[in-house]
């Protein structure tokens, strides 16, 4: 079922609800209207048989039968009908409208107390009777006497009809009020999705106004409005990393055009060839590893959160890292030390966290010049394993460190836009940290210029 617009909802709930308040008010208004008038016809039918029986006292029998001595004072009696029957339900006596319609003797018969009820009259309406049964000199006697209603009903219909149709009345003024204040409220509903419409990758940085900010539209507001940041930091995060890709590529492609444009522009020798395609071969392998550290990047950020890990023995993982890169500490001359590592277990990736102690010690041996050393030791507690790799090289300039883990970042650009294969394209520790805040880590650098540069990896320690 389709459901109702949120103004038309409530404008229903708040008919329904004031619908119910006069329903409830109304009833409660006729009922006691009607208890009240019904309470007064009572009091006088009571009375009435009160004096119908003081004035049967007064028949003592003889010549004057019963009937003839109510005849004279009671056959008609204005508003107030009388019935007299014997114990077995003979009718000895009746008023003027019962003559031809007696009244049945109510079987609730008491001495003392009054019964009454309504019962319809044919051709005289709704009337109000109470019987009683009556102990006199002459005998014993059932007596009843009845009055219309017709007046207490006429009453009560026309106060029905003033219930009813100003009970309507208010219910419609409610409806078409509470519709146009419902609108009102939610007005500002309406013009915070247009401005939401409007907002684009092309205009990320417009935000939806804020009018009230303590009231929950303008909590709507703001918190629309704090998502829109987040988005814009990630658009606008896309829009660099793209920028610095094509960037990247560019030179490395550029070099290989120029090389090979050179070449064929004159007849060359072996050895010139050969020196063209060694150049051209190591920006393709510069490519090549950049286009793969860019996977692994859009990897992870599609992966995020998504892994499930297993338990990972940290001390092995990192030692087998270790022999990894020994070949190339070995060929730069930089001894590769792991100091004291204890077994400790943390849930993970092996592969993933692999590559994150691959780029941290493969920094530290390129980035320290022969001679150095690199050492690599790890502590752990019952919460936390944390995993040092320092090294005595070059160390990073204090301006960089807050930058160090950005894609495309590195300190020392004059190296790494060269042609050397090994020449770095800055995403080792961007991707480095994706993986690490992944499994809930934290990774940090410390440095001095000159003076070797420390990276700490903290895990927390599988339960
Ligand atoms: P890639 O790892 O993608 O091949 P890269 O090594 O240049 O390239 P990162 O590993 O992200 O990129 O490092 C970023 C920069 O930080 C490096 O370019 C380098 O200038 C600096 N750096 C990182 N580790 C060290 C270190 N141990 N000593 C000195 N500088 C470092
Ligand atoms: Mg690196």
């Known amino acids: 079922m389709k459901r109702l617009r949120v103004r038309w909802r409530l404008t229903l709930w708040y008919g329904a609800v004031l619908m119910l308040l006069v329903v409830s008010f109304g009833s409660a208004i006729y009922a006691m209207t009607r208890q009240n008038l019904m309470s007064r016809v009572d009091t006088y039918v009571i009375e009435e048989l009160r004096e119908f029986s003081v004035e049967l006292d007064l028949h003592e029998g003889g010549d004057e039968t019963l009937a003839d001595f109510l005849d004279e004072r009671f056959f008609d009696h204005g508003e107030y009908d009388f019935q007299v029957q014997s114990m077995d339900g003979k009718v000895l006596f009746a008023s003027t409208r019962l003559v031809n319609h007696p009244l049945a003797a109510n079987p609730r018969l008491s001495y003392k107390k009054v019964v009454l009820d309504t019962r319809l009259l044919p051709g005289h309406g709704y009337r109000r009777v109470g019987v009683v049964r009556y102990q006199g000199p002459t005998g014993e006697f059932i007596l009843q006497s009845g009055t219309s209603l017709q007046n207490e009903f006429a009453q009560l219909q026309s106060l029905a009809t003033i219930l009813i149709s100003v009970g309507l009345l208010t219910v419609a003024i409610a409806l078409v009020g509470g519709y146009l204040l419902a609108g009102k409220a939610l007005s500002p509903v309406g013009d915070m999705a247009n401005s939401a419409r ?19 539209l303008g909590h709507l507001a703001m918190t629309l409005n704090s998502m829109i ?27 290989m055009q120029t090389e090979a444009e050179v070449a064929l522009r004159n007849e060359r020798s072996l050895e010139e060839y050969r020196e063209v395609v060694q150049v051209n071969l190591n920006a393709t392998k510069r490519l090549a590893r950049m286009a793969d550290q860019l996977l692994q990047l859009s990897r992870l950020d599609v992966a995020r959160g998504k892994s499930a890990y297993d338990e990972i023995r940290l001390d092995a993982l990192v030692s087998d890292v270790v022999e990894t890169l020994r070949p190339l500490a070995d060929q730069k001359h930089v001894s590769l030390r792991v100091e004291s590592i204890r077994p400790c277990l943390i849930l993970g990736d092996d592969i993933q966290l692999s590559r994150v102690f691959y780029n941290v010690i493969e920094n530290a041996i390129k980035y320290t010049p022969d001679g150095g050393s690199v050492i690599v030791d790890a502590s752990c507690n019952e919460h936390r394993v944390s995993v040092r790799v320092t090294d005595s090289g070059q160390g990073i ?8 883990f950005d894609r495309f970042y590195r300190a020392d650009q004059s190296r790494s836009r060269s042609t050397d294969a090994n020449g770095g394209s800055g995403l080792g520790l961007a991707i480095a940290k994706s993986i690490v805040d992944a499994h809930h880590g934290k990774i940090s650098v410390s440095s001095k210029q000159g003076n070797g540069t420390s990276v700490e990896i903290e895990f927390p320690v599988a339960a």
């Open 397 to 404: 300039p204090a301006s960089s460190i807050p930058k160090i």
């Open 198 to 216: 409007r907002i684009t990758a092309a205009n990320i940085s417009d935000r939806l106004e804020v009018t009230n900010p303590n009231d929950e």
């Open 229 to 255: 940041d987040r988005l814009q930091d990630v658009i606008e995060e896309t829009r660099r990393f793209t920028a610095d890709a094509a960037h990247e590529l560019r030179t490395p492609l550029a070099v």
